[in-house]
């Protein structure tokens, strides 16, 4: 769904850890969901996209789940490094407005050594 | 080197100015887009081009203006109209509307 409040959730995990991150979107209708990284002061960094006839895809140490009946994305972070430690956007794709993105809140990933 | 480049990285701006900020992109895209970051929030869109010499307002587009004269190019003006302009700005591109978008590293617009 869309961007809410000013308070993002935040998730704290251990170097080494999995890390799942979760979040809904709204549109029943939507069919292509991308997971953005964003660093502080950075643009949105691409890490993973899945369509609605698929389920589940895996990347590099990222997995993304997609759950259609209740409308529900994950992504995975296996083997968590200092270096993932960022806010986590999931997006959808509004292919009638011009492929316009619509972010979900955003989590905020905390990595400890 | 290949990407979508913005500039400048921070704007400063007295109230009832004008400005305009850059996108560049090299990567042969045709849709680009600009969103606007506020604290703690997701992205929201203000205008999107799928084509050189079209654009179209997305969710937030009262006080913005863009031109598309070149398909490389898509700057954004922020005008004395829009009421609270400070913000992150950020530029994308991606194929078409039916692909990924790709972002610049963003705009830091703070009116004085």
């Known amino acids: 769904g869309e961007s809410v409040g000013l308070h993002l959730p935040t998730l704290s995990v251990q170097e080494g850890d999995n890390s799942i991150i979760n979040c809904a979107y709204s549109n029943s209708a939507s069919d292509y969901f991308i997971w953005y990284k964003q660093e502080s002061g950075k643009g949105p960094q691409f890490i993973i996209d899945?369509?609605?006839?698929?389920d589940k895809r895996q990347g590099q140490r990222v997995t993304v789940l997609l759950n259609k009946t209740v409308k529900h994305l994950s992504l995975q972070i296996a083997a968590t490094q200092p270096g993932d430690s960022a806010v986590y956007f999931c997006a959808e794709i509004y292919y009638n407005q011009g492929g316009k993105l619509i972010f979900g809140q955003g989590t905020e990933l905390s990595v400890k050594p | 080197d290949g990407g979508i480049t913005q500039s400048p990285k921070y704007l400063f701006r007295k109230e009832g100015q004008n400005v305009t900020l850059s996108c560049e992109q090299n990567?042969?895209?045709?849709?680009m887009y600009w969103y606007r970051q506020d604290p703690g929030q997701g992205l929201r869109l203000i205008y999107y081009s799928q084509i050189v010499n079209d654009f179209q307002k997305g969710d937030i587009a009262e006080g913005y203006s863009v031109s598309r004269e070149k398909k490389e190019s898509f700057p954004l003006t922020v005008t004395s109209a829009q009421k609270n302009p400070t913000a992150f700005y950020l530029c994308?591109?991606?194929?078409?509307?039916?692909?990924?978008?790709?972002f610049g590293p963003g705009t830091r617009l703070t009116v004085l």
């Open positions: 994308a591109s991606s194929m078409s509307s039916y692909n990924e978008q790709f």
């Open positions: 899945i369509r609605s006839n698929m």
């Open positions: 990567l042969n895209h045709d849709a």
